[in-house]
């Protein structure tokens, strides 16, 4: 699968049972269909942030293409209208894009713990921000 | 066992003679109806003439056309080291001169087909979704299974007869078409010669009735003997295991998943191990390929006395109240103990399953996997452009062992 | 035709058939003689895995499992012993000791989820249970020839050709029979 931005090959990261796609040249993120609601779990703060994604109309930001079925995505706010953030949707419902930091965002606009899934696994991403991703090829 | 595959043999042969006469008469048939008598032998000569060429076609590279279409790829043992253990095993088990070639299909549905020309040129393909749900002693079951298929030269009978259903298939459906179209553009055939039109006419009509009765009766005759087959199929991997309740309880997992296979086709599903549609509720009727699957699984579970083909036959027959179908004398075999079920029992997540046969798929594309020590596990497809990786936990470098899994295809 | 050539006629074609049943009996004895040997090759095969796989599987389990010296001692030295065995039923003596070892062995690695977890040693242990499934396979295997074979060579008419050639009985492979009473079972007819 290819990164919807850059359009390297990503590679996928496991730890603890949980799985993503991940571009290590632009640090983008790709959760298929169902796996952010996997992953946040059946708690009601999931539930309301999940059902706060709107639709971005007049917006922007490019354009970019689902990776699994390579259709234009459509962009979608996250969260209450104060500090929302702007991800892709594949129309298709084949996943989300997340550029570099708009997980960690979502996941702080839903207040969810840092003994969560996602934040141990992707954690330390954001924390260390002179990582240079994956070392250019030669 | 020996007995059993002669006779099994010899229906083969009986069935593929019976279906070579109805072609053979096809042709005939169509010839006569269009242009006399003489014309019926040459119609029986393009009949066979065909019928030859699709045979040997099939013999010698019907294996390789069945796998291409099903999306099969061929892998080594460290894809998946557990299949091709217990592959082996049913190997040793049922004494097959050579380990069969080993096939997986990207195909979340669980099923299993064999394939192959003899024991010495066989395959086993299993889907993706099949490792993923069955434990150690399910896939077991379903292998042996698959190894009867062989064993009991089922593979060869299964493409040969396919291939000649769909030969008369394609005759009746020409002609049929072609008798449409002239009929519309002025029945030029019919009144060429008049003085026997009358004989003519009845000829056609018989041919007609022919062409349209030939593939229904050829159809029967294929579906019925498949049906058969894998009740047979059944009895001999039970023989081969020891171990009824690991077949039946993968056929029940097997049930239980309600996706219809996509790489699966009209002709291929006769070799699949259970039906790969399941739109409809499959009605037992002439044309269904496969016995209804709970009843394979209560004959199964009812078996309790030995694993012997005639305990199978015992079962089957007070389970279905039918007289048994296993041949007389394969029966006098000595008895079989059952043995105890082995220790894998996972209990595994549905996405777990779900991650295992991701995994599983990436082996077979080529991926390499990378375990870093912090903890995360790096799956790195065949085309990325680096040698070298760098963990984006903990900074970590890693050098990316490419093609050190690698599909023999 | 005077009625000697008649007679001498059917004479040659009389031994003609004979001759050629001989051949044909023969040939098929041979034929199960070999799956016999072969089957039993099998077993063979399948239990030098067994004891080439042991050393390692104790080396990655003695790390995690330090209460278990004695398990450890009784798999290593049933392995030297089969390895060292001089005669069938000896060896399948010290075989049988050996499966009794292991799958004791099997048992108190439940009790060590850590050494469960090391991949390393997962696959070791499906290593392990596939061998003992192709022993026990081989096993079944060449008893199922060895019944076929014996049944050939005491019916009529191949029992006469096998007495002629002396193709003798082969004893089945039963390795908890052979453990209790010291020898291999032997069928009677």
Partial sequence: MDCAVCHNPMITLELDDVETDYCLSCRGIWLDEGELEQLLGDTQRALDLLGSFTAADNCTEELRRCPICGKKMEKVFVGPPAGQVLIDRCKKAHGLWFDRGELEAVLHLGRFDSEGKIPKLLGQFFKNPETKGNPAPS | MWQQIRINKRNSLLLLMGMGTVLASLGFLIGAAIGGVEAGWIGILVASGIWLIMMLTSYFGGDQILLASSRAVAVTPDVHPQLFNIVEEMKIAAGLPKLPKIYIINDPAPNAFATGRNPENASVAVTAGLLARLNRDELQGVIAHEVSHIVHRDILFVTLAGVMLGTIVLISQLFLRGMFYSSLSGRRYSSRNSRDGGAQAILMLVAIVLAILAPIFAYLLYFALSRRREYLADAGAVRLTRYPEGLASALEKIAGTNINMESANKVTAPMYIANPFRGKKAAVNLYSTHPPIEERIRILRNMSHGAALADYEQSYESVTRKKGMIPGSALNDESVEIRAASADKRPVSESRQKREMGDLMRKVNGFSFLACPCGIKMKIPPNFPSGQIQCPRCSRVHTVDKGKIKTSA | ?189
């Fill in chain 3, 1 to 189: 035709m005077g009625p000697m050539l008649i007679l001498l006629m059917f004479l040659v074609i009389l031994t003609i058939v004979l001759v050629a049943a001989v051949i044909g009996i023969y040939n098929a004895l041979v034929r199960l003689r070999n799956q016999v040997d072969n089957a039993w090759s099998q077993i063979d095969v399948q239990l030098k895995r067994r004891h080439d796989l042991i050393p390692n599987l104790v080396e990655t389990a003695k790390g995690y499992m330090t209460h278990e010296r004695e398990t450890f001692e009784t798999i290593t030295e049933a392995r030297s012993r089969a390895m060292g065995a001089h005669s069938v039923s000896e060896a399948a003596k010290a075989e049988s000791a050996l499966t009794g070892a292991l799958s004791k062995f099997m048992l108190v690695v439940e009790n060590y989820p850590e050494l469960k977890a090391n991949q390393n040693f997962l696959a070791l242990q499906e290593t392990l249970t596939s061998t003992e499934n192709k022993i026990a396979f081989a096993r079944q295997a060449y008893n199922d020839q060895v019944l076929f074979y014996n049944n050939k060579i005491q019916m009529f008419p191949s029992n006469i050709i096998a007495g002629m050639f002396s193709f003798t009985k082969r004893d089945f492979f039963e390795i908890e029979d052979a453990a209790e009473r010291n020898v291999p079972k032997v069928s009677f007819s």
